[in-house]
């Protein structure tokens, strides 16, 4: 079967010039995982007993490539090959790391590299040269972790860590995506270690929660990282939802479990990630927004709000893109529970104001609300997710008549300025506001003409015609 693939063109020709030049090359880590996993991979990493760069080029000539990326300081290179990226490292001697602003020792042996790995399901490798071609060398029992599906580490999990501390992340991220757990040691190791991981750079971190979130059961991960510790280090503000409060009987739900339950909910019905990351902080603004009141219990008033604008300053703190994906996010976070108040009053002025609102996000933003029905009451969960139906019925039947997802007001800002003879103020925008607001709710059509007549009405109102 291995053979099979490693008589692949790419393959062959790394074979050739393996032995042509009597290098001794492997490929290694997540291909090969991979392999044993059955996923298909796209990214092949090979190992170089000597200069991975220099042997990257000979092969890159044969094959015709002219672009190679090379990383002295990481004594990497990689070219692309059909749809595969070929990354091409020489074997270390000393640590695996990324962090590490010392140059790459590359005198090491296989079995020097592999001890350096992060996992036993990552340091296995096939050989590529002629005399063994396809043996598996998997000195930590990398195929029996797999089996037993444990995250394991090569050596003590705190020279592991140390190494690299990004891979106490990892580690939680292969748990998530592949349905793993934790060696005791590895979990106790991280737990030890955590504050390790301020060393590393937020892009990086992010990378993970980005591959947690996009796992089939988010919840896994973000339940580690919290019981690790590792979650408070660099994402408080998410471990302040933990906890529940009863005063005179009275208890609110954990919104650190009801976020993950909703992200659970979500990672069913989509891969866009950002919607996910709407539905991990649609509620992150409710610890900072909770009152008690002896006659209403628990009140979370505006925590939609509150909540809205930690989303661009969490965006902030993890270096994320501040585009408009942190818009949508926000946005999202904001409206989070508008199509829930719409169920309870499904008029046509409230559903045309939604579309509005929403636009083009309306259908990412009913996903949420449907995912935010997190009820053990499963009568209750049925009766909201039929009234969802009708809201969204409601929804097609206004859309087709309106056209409001990305509807504009019929008269301009100029415009204005122009019929009332009036600067750039204030007062522009309260006519444009009130326009727009008599034609969401239905108060005259949504024509110039109409929307004409009303200006002058309401111009003459407020003295200024
Ligand atoms: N590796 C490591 N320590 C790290 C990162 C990577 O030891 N901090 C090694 C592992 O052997 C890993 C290989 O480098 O298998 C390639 O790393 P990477 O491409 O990041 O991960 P993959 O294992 O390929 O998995 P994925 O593509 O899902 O990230």
Do not use: C
């Amino acid at each position: 079967m291995i053979k099979q693939i490693l008589n692949n063109k790419i393959f062959k020709t790394i074979s050739e010039i393996a032995d042509k030049n009597e290098i001794e090359v492997y490929v290694i880590g997540g291909f090969v995982r991979d392999y044993f996993l059955n996923r298909p991979s796209k990214d092949i990493d090979i190992l170089v007993i000597g200069s991975g760069i220099d042997f990257s080029l000979k092969v890159a000539e044969e094959l015709g490539i002219k672009k190679v990326s090379k990383f002295k300081t990481f004594g990497t290179s990689m070219f692309k090959y059909k749809n595969m990226e070929i990354e091409f490292v020489g074997a270390r001697k000393e640590s695996y790391s990324r962090e590490s602003r010392n140059p790459i020792i590359e005198n090491g042996t296989l079995d020097d590299d592999q001890k350096r790995r992060d996992f036993t399901i990552n340091a296995m490798a096939f050989s590529l040269n002629k005399a063994n071609l396809g043996e598996l060398l998997d000195p930590f029992n990398g195929t029996g972790d797999l089996n037993e599906k444990i995250i394991r580490t090569p050596l003590n999990p705190d020279i592991t860590f140390s190494d690299d501390p990004l891979r106490m992340l990892r580690a939680i991220r292969f748990a998530t995506q592949l349905n793993f757990e934790l060696d005791e040691l590895v979990f106790n190791s991280i737990q030890k270690n955590k504050e390790r991981i301020n060393i590393i750079t937020k892009e990086r971190i992010v990378e993970e929660l980005n591959k947690i979130l996009l796992s089939p059961y988010p919840s896994t991960g973000f339940i580690l990282l919290d019981k690790t510790g590792l979650l408070n280090e660099f994402f408080p503000e998410f471990v302040n939802l933990k906890g529940t409060e009863t005063i005179n009987g009275t208890s609110h739900k954990d919104n650190f479990f009801h976020s993950l339950e909703v992200v659970d909910n979500l990672a069913k019905k989509t891969d866009n990630l950002w919607l996910l990351w709407a539905g991990l902080l649609h509620d992150i603004g409710k610890p900072k927004s909770k009152r008690y009141n002896e006659k209403t219990g628990f009140t979370f008033h505006a925590h939609e709000i509150i909540g809205g604008k930690m989303v661009v300053n969490i965006f902030k703190n993890f270096k994320m893109p501040l585009n408009e994906k942190l818009n949508y996010v926000k946005k999202l976070v904001e409206l989070h529970l508008r199509p829930i108040a719409i169920v309870k009053d499904v008029t046509d002025s409230a559903v045309r104001r939604l579309l509005f609102e929403a636009g083009n996000d309306i259908d990412d933003l009913m996903k949420l609300a449907e995912a935010d029905i997190t009820s053990k009451n499963e009568a209750k969960v049925k009766k909201y997710l039929s009234n969802f139906e009708i809201v969204r019925q409601k929804l097609i039947e206004i859309e087709e008549k309106d056209k409001l997802r990305n509807w504009q007001p019929p008269i301009t800002g100029e415009e204005i300025m122009e019929f009332l003879k009036i600067k750039p103020s204030k007062d522009v925008g309260i006519i444009k506001n009130k326009i727009k607001d008599a034609i969401l709710d239905g108060e005259i059509k949504n024509t110039k003409e109409e929307a004409f007549k009303y200006m002058s009405n309401q111009a003459k109102k407020l003295g200024l015609l």
